[in-house]
């Protein structure tokens, strides 16, 4: 088992930065992958960004160039920085993960660790 438990959302305005984290607990956080998603009103629940156990990293296209993903396993903690904020950016951020010998995936029914999430919200 893991425990995800996410911080630093808040309201900021468009073209501002955000830093969110996620605090893992429970089994070993350096061969986890991780991931965050996000989950805007009314819509589905959609991949943002991965990390693997060896850092290796993706990105959705709406991020990509904006957003970095990253992770200390010495303090069992991900990361992630959000540059270039924008209204559409607006949601509530989940980070999750799955063992990393499952390989990698970027649907959320495959993740069996997830945070509580944070929100995110970002004013035009």
Known sequence: QVQLVESGGGLVQAGG???LSCAASGRPFSTTNM????????????FVAIINSRSSTNYADTVKGRFT??????????YLR??????EDTAVYYCAGREN????????????????????????
């Open 17 to 19: 930065s955000l830093n």
């Open 82 to 87: 959000m540059n270039s904020l924008k209204p």
């Open 101 to 124: 010998y499952l390989g990698i995936t970027y649907s959320a029914t495959a993740y069996p660790y997830w945070g509580r999430g944070t929100q995110v919200t970002v004013s035009s």
């Open 35 to 46: 991931v965050w998603f996000r989950q805007a009103p009314g819509k589905e629940r959609d």
């Open 69 to 78: 993903i990253s992770r200390d396993n010495t303090k069992n903690t991900m």
